[in-house]
């Protein structure tokens, strides 16, 4: 009986190792998509693999890991909005202090250089601020199907939707993009064929 249990391990660990943790740049590319914040994107990784771990049994080896971990991300994320959304905003009181008495600017300076240094290197990037500025529903759908290339049953069954409702916010998100990407197209020597 021990022996059974030290295999189950082993197969375990092999199935986390082989299949599971793979699919990690791919996982913090989409928890970032949704969170915009470095911190809380590797928070959301963190915790899809503490509970991929946690009921890795659930999981059948071979079968498509990278969307098992996408459904437990995508819960991960509405649990996380739903905690934060019942908590007060929290402040330090010692920052407030440090800001208003100046004693602590060069602290601050920091920040503020390291957010515009992040914000001048997205600026070139129109595609990825349409997509980030589309509503959440419509963002997630767009990310597993056009950069994730999930198939519709995928999404169906990670975002627990119809797979009419998949095509329908794909649908509406490609008319969105479309939209706002109009002039930057333009720009880049393309016509449309609407006008």
């Known amino acids: 009986m021990v022996m059974m249990q030290d295999n189950y391990t082993k197969q375990q660990e092999r199935i986390f190792e082989e299949e ?3 699919q990690i740049d791919a ?12 911190e809380d994107a590797n928070d959301l990784v963190q915790e899809t693999y503490l509970k991929a771990v946690r009921f890795i049994d659930k ?16 819960h991960a994320f509405i649990n996380q909005y739903r905690r934060k959304n019942r908590q007060p905003i929290q402040v330090d009181y010692e920052d407030i202090t440090n800001y208003q008495s100046g004693e602590n600017d060069t602290h601050y300076a920091g920040y503020a250089d390291l957010r515009e240094e992040m914000f001048q290197t997205m600026m070139g990037d129109e595609i990825t601020n349409a997509i980030n500025a589309l509503p959440v529903d419509f963002r997630v759908v767009i990310l597993l199907c056009d950069i994730e290339n999930f198939t519709y049953e995928e999404i169906s069954k990670i975002l627990d939707i119809p797979i009419g409702t998949v095509r329908s916010r794909l649908h509406r998100a490609r008319g969105m993009l479309k939209h706002k990407l109009r002039e930057y197209a333009r720009s880049k020597g393309y016509t449309d064929t609407d006008d």
């Open 27 to 38: 996982l913090y590319a989409f928890a970032y998509h949704l969170t915009y914040n470095e």
């Open 59 to 74: 999981y059948h080896a071979g079968t498509n890991a990278k969307a098992w971990l996408f459904k437990i991300l995508k």
């Open 20 to 22: 599971l943790l793979p």
